[in-house]
């Protein structure tokens, strides 16, 4: 009987027709596959966010197999000798031990904390291009609102996880919250004793934020990441316009094997710099602020950067109350207003916008090229108000910091944060308008008239004029090159961009000689060099 000969190159194949035989799935994996998407730094914004997300998974689930959330008082007597013989929770006690006892525990810790510092700011940045590109317009709405949902939640996942240690700072932070939940009209105080198990701080706290940290909101951030994804997947990508480009295919390359290569590479760019931060950069230092007592505050007690426009709005509220003659008389403070009132409007604002613009504008149409900010004054004008006024919210957060190191009074500051809350947005708002306009005149400028050369020419009158590079060496009825219509894509504006320059020189991942040419046989054509990027189109380009 003959030993059939086994060969281990065609064992791939074999395993993915017998695969493939049972469950189906070449034709949805290779659409997968081929899944076309647009190249532009700007689309990497979001890649940041669900890169730094997974370090964020790796790092936490390191982290819980050695933190205990507990509030029981234990006597530390760990390596780090100035709180030896301090008693302190469990929950403070185990993070020391991370920190100071468990190999590669600060390192993994500091990861933690930059990584979710990081996932934050990529949000809001990607958000931010979103917004002012006009990503977020039919038929894209509800990634927008999948977007704004990802903050507040990725909101809660630091809070949550910022509490977990049980140091002054975050214990201080805590207290806060339990202020705002109390400052809630009617069921604040039904509420702040369901969540603490009675009076503040209570002994349960620290374990239903754990649960919480670890398993429920990791849960709805991965959920919500995927739908994200699934319906970037599902609708047609954004693109800029440009050559080729249209509202009904997309440019770019295949999700494989290129850029899913690529993605992978950036993937560890990120992890690799999350990991430098880490190892670098000091964080949450928390043997420095002690274990938790309810009766200590310490001054200069900072939030992380995206809580910091809560504590401004809070520092810059009147201390007005309502009284409500309901009974024995009933009264909301004034915290409710900046801590509960306003992050609703906020919330709401900001998931009704696609709906709002829409309205007003009356567009339902689909749209899947990208707009330049210029060209949209009003939305751009719009954002830059916005981010004026959180500016002026998270710096009035830090406005006894800046007063200690300023030598300025803390009463002017909060007065100035104030003043500039209701100011700075009108005049950001203008301003911003003013430049969208002359930015759009300037593109007019270009394509009617040309490139301005930098080269004088004196007329036979005396007089000097700039000569200008036409865009288009077609000729109208007056013998003058014809005013070109705008694309909604980059008007060049240096002589370079239109061949005038050559390239700058290429020596540092490439080889400045040029490869030899191919030998030309008798008869047949020679062999053109391979492009550097090909463009893919999808859609109807592709028909």
């Known amino acids: 009987m003959k030993r059939r000969k086994f060969d281990a190159a065609a064992l791939p194949a074999k395993s993915a027709r017998a695969v493939d035989d049972r469950f189906q799935v070449a034709t949805p994996l290779r659409k997968l596959l081929n899944k076309v998407f ?271 426009f809560l504590d401004g709005s809070t520092r810059l509220m009147p201390g007005w109350e309502i009284h409500i003659p309901i009974g024995n008389g009933y009264v909301i403070p004034p915290l409710f207003w900046p801590t509960v009132v306003l992050p609703g409007i906020l919330v709401g604002l900001s998931t009704m916008y696609p709906f709002l613009e829409a309205r007003r504008l009356k567009d339902y149409k689909h749209h899947n090229l990208l707009q330049r900010p210029r060209d949209v004054p009003a939305r751009t004008a719009v954002g830059a108000m916005a981010l004026a006024f959180y500016v002026v919210l998270t710096l009035s957060g830090a406005n006894d910091v800046i007063a200690d190191k300023f030598h300025i009074s803390l009463n002017a500051m909060t007065w100035g944060g104030r003043i500039g809350l209701l100011i700075l947005p009108p005049i950001a708002y203008y301003i911003t308008y003013r430049i969208c306009l002359g930015l759009q005149q300037h593109d007019r400028e270009v394509l009617a008239h040309g490139v301005e050369t930098g080269i004088i020419k004196r007329l036979p009158d005396g007089r000097f004029v700039e000569v200008h590079q036409p865009l288009t060496s077609a000729e109208g009825h007056d013998g003058h090159p014809p005013a070109l219509d705008y694309v909604g894509w980059v008007v060049p504006k240096k002589m370079n961009r239109l061949g005038a320059l050559g390239p700058a020189i290429r020596g540092f991942f490439y080889p400045i000689e040029k490869p030899a040419e191919a030998p030309v046989s008798p008869g047949h054509p020679p062999v053109e060099a391979r492009p550097e990027r090909e463009e893919i189109g999808s859609g109807e380009s592709r028909r």
Do not use: C
């Open 38 to 308: 647009p190249d532009h730094w700007s689309f990497l914004l979001g890649e940041i966010a669900l890169f730094s997300f997974i370090v964020l998974l790796l790092t936490g689930v390191f982290l819980t197999f050695f933190f205990e959330p507990a509030m029981t008082e234990v006597i530390y007597n760990g390596s780090y000798a100035p709180l030896r013989g301090t008693p302190m929770s469990a929950a403070y006690a185990s993070s020391l031990d991370i920190s100071f006892d468990v190999r590669g525990g600060l390192i993994m810790r500091q990861m933690h904390h930059w990584s979710a510092l990081l996932f934050m700011a990529a949000i809001v940045v990607h958000m931010l291009r979103v917004f002012f590109t006009g990503a977020f317009r039919k038929p894209r709405e509800t990634n927008w609102i999948i977007g704004s949902l990802l903050f507040w939640v990725g909101f809660l996942a630091g809070f949550t996880g910022y509490s977990l240690p049980d140091d002054g700072l975050s214990g201080t932070g805590l207290r806060i919250a339990s202020a705002i939940i109390l400052s809630i009209p009617v069921i604040g105080s039904w509420v702040s004793s369901s969540i603490f198990g009675g009076e503040f701080p209570g002994t349960i706290i620290i374990s239903r934020f754990f649960i919480a940290h670890v398993l429920l909101i990791p849960g709805l951030l991965v959920a919500l990441i995927s739908v994200h994804l699934g319906l970037v997947f599902k609708q047609k990508h954004t693109q800029w316009p440009g050559p080729g480009r249209t509202n009904e295919n997309v440019v770019g390359e295949r999700m494989f094997p290129r850029y899913a290569l690529k993605q992978g590479g950036f993937f560890m760019v990120v992890f690799g710099v999350v990991a430098l931060m880490g190892g670098l950069f000091q964080i949450n230092p928390i043997w420095l602020f002690g274990p938790y007592e309810a009766w200590v505050v310490s001054a200069a007690s900072q939030p992380d950067w995206y809580v910091m």
